[in-house]
Structures are given as structure tokens and as C-alpha cells.
């Protein structure tokens, strides 16, 4: 089955404590991204992988890394967690770049404390 | 710069009415338009698309959408709601010469009502 599977689903933390939610796709899409959903605010794109080794910024990356060291993976890595990076993170695919249909993960709700 | 509006945050209708989710854009260029459901808990799922072609394109559980150029607006439409079809909805654009960015409206909750 085509998907995309992040990891964890529900996680709480402290202030400052790295963590890393993980994104796996098994459908050998070149683009993958991360987005977060907040109320009002629709989603927003925190980052973007074109290919592997190859990443870059979407509108809101403060607090944010990410690595695409395989074409399956693209790993969102919050160094040192703040309260307003409480949120809900999506990771998506797409064969062919934002225009075409993407594919969503479930979906990892962040609260820190 | 691109951008989404989706002007109401919450459409209710009752089951068996015909339902419109509005959506207007502003991309330079031609627009690459689509729709997004989400269901209570899940990620967003991809109901239809427009890049070229007739402008009235249909999708995934009887939706379609209408595209208007001179209005800018790609309204998703069903004929006859189902009380099923409650969820939050994304309008989203992206264009020709930007194929990294997909821009999200803030969504509308649909509520259909038995």
C-alpha cells in the first residue's frame, strides 16, 4: 500500500529537549516536505527536499532542520523545541514536485511544555 | 506572491442540499489548483486537481470544482451532501514556475447536518 508514515504520532516535551519526528514514503517520490497546522492559519511549509542531499527552506524553517540522506526519508529536526513550535506537523510526498498530488502522513501532534 | 483565500471558516448545509466551498487565488502565471479533505484525526487527502483543460473538473467522492479565470476562484462543489462528507477542506495553489511550493488556504469546515 502506497503511503507515507510519520513517527511518532503524539508526542510531549520539555523546552530545549532535541527530538526528531521521523517521515518514511514507499512510493520512490522525489519530493518530500514538512508542514505544520495551526488554527487559522491553514498550513505552512517549514521545509522542502527536492531529492536526496538536496533541501531547502519553506516560509516558516526557524527552529527547524531537516536531512534527506536517502529518498525514502526526510527526517524534521527540532534542535531546541520552544512553546510556539506546539503544533500539528505533517510530512508529505509527490512524484513531481508541489504540482502534482501530494500524500500526506497522518499527521504528529508537538506540545511543549 | 501566491496566495489562497477561503472566505468562510465554516459551511453547513443539510444532507441531500447541494454544498459550495469557496475558494479564490492569486498566483502569477497559469495556476496549478487543488483540494484537500480532512477527516477528523487523519492527514489531508488529495480530492481533485486543475492545471489546464475544461474548467470544470470532478474528483474523489462525487466533488468537482470549477475553475474561473476572470474571477480567480476554483469553488469546490457537490450536488447532493452527505452527512460523510464533514470535514475540514484545503484549497491550494501552486504554479508553473514555482513547482516547490504548494500554498494552503486556512481551510473550511463543512458540516452537513442529517
Known amino acids: 500500500e502506497a503511503q507515507v508514515t510519520q513517527n511518532p504520532r503524539y508526542l510531549i516535551t520539555v523546552t530545549g529537549k532535541k527530538l526528531t519526528v521521523t517521515c518514511s514514503q514507499n512510493?520512490?517520490?522525489?519530493?518530500m516536505s514538512w508542514y505544520r497546522q495551526d488554527p487559522g492559519l491553514g498550513l505552512r511549509q517549514i521545509y522542502y527536499s527536492m531529492n536526496v542531499e538536496v533541501t531547502d527552506k519553506g516560509d516558516v524553517p526557524e527552529g527547524y532542520k531537516v536531512s534527506r540522506k536517502e529518498k525514502r526519508n526526510f527526517p524534521l529536526i527540532l534542535e531546541s523545541p520552544s512553546p510556539n513550535q506546539t503544533s500539528l506537523y505533517f510530512c508529505?510526498?509527490?512524484?513531481?514536485?508541489?504540482?502534482?498530488?501530494?500524500?500526506f502522513g497522518q499527521g504528529t501532534r508537538l506540545t511543549v511544555v | 506572491a501566491q496566495s489562497v483565500a477561503q472566505p468562510e471558516d465554516q459551511v453547513n448545509v443539510a444532507e441531500g442540499n447541494p454544498l459550495t466551498v469557496k475558494c479564490t487565488y492569486s498566483v502569477s502565471g497559469n495556476p496549478y489548483l487543488f483540494w484537500y479533505v480532512q477527516y477528523p484525526n487523519r492527514g489531508l487527502q488529495f480530492l481533485l486537481k486543475?492545471?489546464?483543460?475544461?474548467?470544470l473538473v470532478k474528483g474523489s467522492y462525487g466533488f468537482e470544482a470549477e475553475f474561473n479565470k476572470s474571477q480567480t476562484s476554483f469553488h469546490l462543489k457537490k450536488p447532493s451532501a452527505l452527512v460523510s462528507d464533514s470535514a475540514l477542506y484545503f484549497c491550494?495553489?501552486?504554479?508553473?514556475?514555482?513547482?516547490?511550493?504548494?500554498?494552503f488556504g486556512t481551510g473550511t469546515l463543512l458540516a452537513v447536518q442529517p
Open positions: 512510493m520512490n517520490h522525489e519530493y
Open positions: 491550494a495553489v501552486s504554479s508553473p514556475g514555482a513547482t516547490n511550493k504548494l500554498i
Open positions: 508529505a510526498s509527490s512524484l513531481g514536485g508541489a504540482n502534482t498530488e501530494a500524500f
Open positions: 486543475y492545471i489546464t483543460g475544461d474548467n
